[in-house]
């Protein structure tokens, strides 16, 4: 039987899921992200510093730890590179920039065997991960979430969240902060974003769809879980180590009793 | 004139250094790291999942802020990789596992051109970070810090301490702890190993040598600044990292409100 | 003189041609491949695990054998990574999921310089495989495949293979059984893909142009050179290992004498 | 509790184990290798063209199969190397050319930490994939195998396969071979070589400790388990896939019927 | 505040900037490079051997010298990866092929953030070679250049050129070349090239906009400056390195005395 | 029949090699360089930026050029690496900084199968290269030269040139100036450091052996093939491309008529 994807489990039970996000391009800081008990990670090749070779060895690493569901963001509504993301084994596409109900069929077929969609036959490594008969279920196992930050995607709500096949929809903050005419930000406060992230949470539970979000750190990820987001991103690899590492250097620093001058040394 | 190692400068003005501690395998992180703040970077190929070509890479990465130190911690006292990351341009080197007089000579060896040392000539990299004259000043630029760590190396302190052209020290308290028939720890809280890192830094203070040590945490390093060590560690970026997004998970996972049951999903 | 193209010199000759497929990004094993015999290797950048810069080497350990012809496989009819791999060295291209004509001659034209086409000028390996020359014999030396595979592809057939410049037509049985609503399979025995298949050699060969096909074995390949493809694939590197390792477990296991019980052992 | 090493139980239970060699530098080709069946996978770091940065990847892949033990040969007795390794997450170091009883101890001495040995503590990876507890059980987990395959290895059979610590000898073939004067061979049939074979197998049965052997094929493999090798390597996925390749060309050009002439074609 | 964009300020004084042209995918020669005195640096995904990884790399090196500004030319009209490459840190983007205004409108979308364009927020490099306020300035600080080298772009030029938003034109004489049915040729000297190239830069200066040019060599470069063309490149790395070293075997042979026969060697 | 080693058939003819050196860890530039005319070239393992896995990829590169000699330097008189090299197709080693008799034999030894030496057997590229009958060939095949640059090196002169089984020697001019108490020069005009190379390739050629010689330019490299050195390198490719690029910046500038300001430029 082919593996199952635990996110769609998750949400059947009514339930969110934490996600980190990838943008260092290394298998090692994947793996090790993969055992800090997140539910799923997502190797970005949109504004992770990763491309396609380093995304493979990611999603290995990440499947070295089977509670982890492995996901991508694409850079593009691509469908070769959403087909050689699924090739590899990932079991989630987040697709940035979908502004109408074709876009989103588009990228939807790109996700699908037919006759549901245009999808290649080749799963490389999906069957290694999935299973012999993943094939048969990748349909199903396969989850499509298109992102909604743009001005025309915000327009066409309706109509993308309608799209059939499509999962659920996922919110860029700073990208739809921008569409705004605001400044970007990972956490926006502007009433005007706050309202267009409350329609789009209301538009896919309408429709019986996830929504998911990238957020600026924990406490918002779980505002956002209360107000009905099913998959909550917080931050990135690269912030999270940045954060910690500027932490611990002002700590250190604050810390430190005055320096009592130290020897003059010298080769 | 050659670029000036900044670890000299902040020593001899008997301050001590923050230093980070680089073991994934990018230069992305590395430069990421390099915007913290530290005062040196340390690229990690004993214990952090590095080689040399992924050392250039990160040793460049360094090179982009001109205000941190590149360092390297080679896996073994091996006058190849020593001088094959001196040619890169690191401006310090740490080796591990320093028993006695012979071995500290043979290291300090491979830092030095002749006359002083063995070190072969071909600084490739050096010569674009370190200027045009880099070779000239080359012999009193590098940093040379040899760990005490082994029962040998705590018996042979002082002759070790003593080795000419050495420069200083540096502590590993997980390996010295298991050399003092403890559990290893980065924080050793034991009287022996307490004792005998006292009994490091003094000895180094008293030859008007640098002592180091990599550290568990920023307030460890504040405390042993606080010692009179002149160069301190904080966790590496691996640790760091996930020791961050465990912590995001239980606090996203905290600050939920009882997961409002979300709509039933699925394609 | 530019070095020719020996598939264009088989061809002539009427016979046909076997053709490796490597899916493993490698330089190593496609070095390997290139010592086996095959007449054409085909870097697989669709299926295979494969980018770019993995294939610019695999094209490199294909050259160090004259007589392999170095193809490579796209992922999409993308004119910037045909024109990447055609300055690579690839002296054949296979272009996946053509649908009608108007695909057919977008893909032709990334393969040829003007006035036959848009090929943007900047043979970097090529002048290398090709000799000083190549740039002048390009547009004759490429060979450009289209893949019928799709259910557009299959009904627009007649004006795909009539298209000029297009040297002929490739199967993908896979995509081809499961755009006619059957199970995807390498060697298809279900009558209508029987009848597709050799719907598209007729076609071919009534217009002169080539037709091959992926193979899931020997013997199937044999039997398709029978019926007139003249290019033909036997599975991929990464099943050709697969099977012949899983073949070699079950051997050794099937062969050992019920094992006499061992010593036990430990540490 | 930390992950067991199953090559142990197999051991314990008096059986044998099929054991895998990669000497292809890609973790895609490891992942496929790690479900074809083998009980472990040797990450050849000796005649693999594989190095430190590769062979993580490997074992990683490797990891996504928790039955399959990851192992590594290192080229050489280098702590340094086979600490970075253990590391890593190998399971087991194959150690070459051990010519006596001190270079015996000096591989043992690396592959275990304090006291009973001098391993370095900063077990990257290994932690990750060992569990949290990973270096308490570490000198219990890792497997340690000498290489017997030079004249003064033979000589000192005895002394090296006593050494403590030591689990057991590996038998190379073809270096043996050579060592007694005879062309290299994976499967020797010269009688002083199956004798120097059989002295290995017994020397280490007597000491309670495995002997395991590279083969030439599975029949070979399946005879040298009845004769009391515990672990049997059989080839290398290099060889594996180039006698598949060697042997499908041939069979696809003998099964075709004589080439009907196809047709001219051309640009 | 933001690190400026010398090509700008260059610009703005109404001086020329050479520039250097990297098509080997290797971070260390793009730092050698980096220190020879160009004003610019390109780093070629289209006709060099270089794809997002290896560009990255190369983006990190050019950064170590803070005088030279980091540029890349895309191999497509391809948002995707122009959105990575300025994401990356690049502060200047060339882009190939431009045939009419629509092409130049969605290139130079491409490169600016709403509402002057659709880039898509995450500078995970630009932000830190940029400072923390990249963001705020980018639509300043990146320069978009079209390049006209095509028949319709020819055509099109003035509607091109007056494209709002884009920074200026840039010239590849080969394709250039081509489009007019000329050999394609780096130093164009028919009348009908020259014409066209002066067209070109009178149609930027009259708009206010920059003029860029491929060379095959300092002289042309310098004569083409004397047109108005206020970026010039000089060949590219891997040019300027085979020209040299053919050079040098050349000299070397020319100037040796004639080879008094040595002895014969030999094992 | 084995590939011959065209050094030994120029050698034998009398002649002097030209040898290319690699620096750049770059399968491309390496086959750039293939294509300039060199005898042979030389993978620089030691000062060049190049680890094992790079010089995998730069052989492959050379290797597409039957008739120039693939060559490596390691960075150290290190078995391990040795045999890996030549495992991997390099047909001639340099091992730096040998000083002595014993480390000549070390080093020839780790060069030959037995009974000549203590090469492990494991052709894996080396096969592929040299053909199937390598192995039987390799002792005579490969050609060892050792570094003659350190005062006890020149110390041991004579004994050195006699070990058996050494091809020759070879000159490092810029250590070997160090070692003399000069400053480092790749043309070193020291009457006691001419004294020195020329005693060198004295006693080579009485020994029947080959003087092999780093140079700083092809005017130095003939002058020395003058003296007879037989293999002589020029610069690096590193070196050829940093002159190149500086000059040509230089040209352009200087050729550059004082620039009419251009226009006033700006977004």
Redesign the interface.
């Known amino acids: 039987m082919a593996r199952p994807n635990r996110l ?1 489990e998750i ?2 039970a ?3 899921a ?1 996600n ?1 996000w990838l ?7 994947a ?3 993969a ?4 539910d799923s990670l997502t190797v970005d090749l ?4 990763v ?4 995304a ?2 990611m999603l ?2 990440i ?2 730890v089977p509670s982890v569901v492995p996901m991508a963001r694409v ?2 509504n ?4 959403i ?2 993301l699924l ?2 084994g990932a079991y989630a596409i987040v697709c ?2 979908i502004n109408n109900r074709r876009e989103a069929e588009a990228f939807v077929a790109a996700c699908r ?3 549901l969609g ?1 999808r ?6 999906a069957v ?2 999935g299973g012999a008969d993943y ?2 279920h990748a ?2 196992l396969v989850v499509a979430l298109a992102m909604i ?3 025309a995607g915000i327009d066409n709500l309706e109509e993308i969240v309608d799209t059939p ?1 499509l ?2 929809v996922y919110v ?1 903050p ?2 739809l902060s ?2 705004l ?1 605001l ?2 930000s990972a956490d926006p406060t502007d009433k005007s974003a706050l309202e267009v992230i409350a329609r789009i949470v209301a538009a896919a ?1 309408k429709k ?3 929504a998911g979000m990238f957020t600026g ?3 918002q ?3 956002m ?2 107000q ?1 987001f ?1 998959l ?1 991103t ?2 990135n ?2 912030r ?18 005055k ?9």
């Open positions: 769609r949400w059947q009514g339930d969110w934490t980190g943008a260092i391009p290394s298998s090692y800081s793996e090790l992200m055992h800090q008990g997140w949109q504004h992770g510093v491309d396609y070779q380093a493979v060895g290995q690493a499947s070295t850079p593009w691509d469908p070769a590179l087909m050689k090739d590899a940035p920039m065997y037919p006759p245009t290649s036959f080749g799963p490389n490594r290694l991960y094939a048969q349909n199903q930050e743009t001005k096949g999962d659920g860029g700073s990208d921008l569409a005419g400044p970007p539970r019986g769809k996830v750190g924990p406490e990820a779980a505002r879980a209360g009905g099913q909550l917080i931050m690899d690269g999270l180590l940045a954060n910690a590492a500027k932490a611990a250097v002002a700590t250190a620093r604050g810390a430190a009793p320096a009592e001058k130290g020897p003059k040394t010298g080769y």
